[in-house]
């Protein structure tokens, strides 16, 4: 029955198209989620798309009632979207392949710079202490250490040489 709306089905039909219960296509017919009107019968018919491919329109109910002929838009339809997710599919494992990737490449590099740091600045260190009694030594050298006053007596102050490079207060 058209009623002057587009190409329409059955209850029965839109459920088996749409791949739900006869009592989904109701309720959504009811909520005004599905587009479909009643005759004067009273028999709801839902209403197709108005953007369905033209060769899958006029075999809906070819479709509904499980004839093979009428399905194959639809069916073409749907492998061209499966063949474009998977595309899809493979196109995002690709990424996250490289992603992963870069991830454990910069994890390697970020190890070796660590590494490094860590041989610098034991190499750091040895040359501070050597630094350390080179400048001792030669504080030794240019001037003597006063030996610390007696009782009562007032203890010299080291000299600015020692202050300044042996941190002496």
């Not at 479909?36 to 479709?63: E, I, N, R, S």
């Not at 501070?128 to 610390?148: G, L």
């Amino acid at each position: 029955m058209d009623n002057g709306h587009s190409p329409s089905l059955t209850i029965r039909e839109a459920a088996q198209v749409l791949g739900i219960t006869p009592i989904a296509v109701r309720k959504r017919l009811l909520r005004g989620s599905l587009p479909g009107y009643k005759d004067d019968a009273g028999q709801w018919f839902v209403t197709l798309p108005g953007d369905m491919p033209p060769a899958t329109v006029g075999d809906v109910h070819g479709a509904a009632h499980g004839a093979g002929p009428g399905t194959t838009g639809v069916v073409e339809a749907l492998n061209r979207v499966i063949a474009q997710q998977r595309e899809e599919i493979a196109f995002l494992r690709a990424t996250l392949d490289r992603v992963g990737e870069a991830r454990d490449e910069a994890e390697r590099r970020r190890d070796i710079l660590l590494s490094q740091f860590a041989e610098q600045m034991k190499a750091l260190s040895q040359t501070t202490s050597r630094v350390r009694e080179t400048v001792e030594a030669v504080a030794q050298e240019v001037v003597p250490v006063v030996p610390p006053a007696a009782d009562g007596e007032a203890q010299p102050r080291p000299n600015w040489f020692r202050r300044f490079f042996l941190g002496e207060s």
